[in-house]
């Protein structure tokens, strides 16, 4: 199955951005999603949004409006997190994970491959 790597994670301040890498290897993509989630201190992991590896059609959670933008770069297996105008309510662990089909879906059982996770913190 496809394997994933998150890095980019770390500390920021309010209003600040962080860019979230995701690293694929295993397989090709050509029909997969992959996915951002998150999970906060007490909360459910939920969706944050999703991009399709052959086309980049991108999807996302109305939680993040237009604060965030998912992009990929299928010439370096990677998927991109860009976060903008970060609020501590950002606050979360961060996931990509990955799917065989051409959407976006919030019930994370459809995902066959998960990575590590990344630590974003965001600061008062």
């Known amino acids: 199955q496809v394997q994933l790597v998150e890095s980019g994670g770390g500390l920021v301040q309010t209003g600040g951005s962080l860019r979230l890498s995701c690293a694929a290897s295993g397989g090709t993509f050509s029909s997969y999603t992959v996915a951002w989630f998150r999970q906060a201190p007490g909360k459910e992991r939920d969706i944050v949004a999703g991009i399709t590896w052959a086309r980049g059609t991108t999807y996302s959670n109305d939680s993040v409006k237009a604060r965030f933008v998912v992009s990929r770069d299928n010439s370096k297996n990677m998927v991109y997190l860009q976060m903008n105008s970060l609020t501590p309510e950002d606050t979360a662990v961060y996931y990509c994970?990955?799917?065989?089909?051409?959407?976006?879906?919030?019930?994370?059982?459809?995902?066959?491959?998960w990575g590590q996770g990344t630590q974003v913190t965001v600061g008062s």
């Open positions: 994970a990955a799917r065989r089909g051409l959407a976006a879906v919030a019930d994370e059982s459809q995902y066959d491959s």
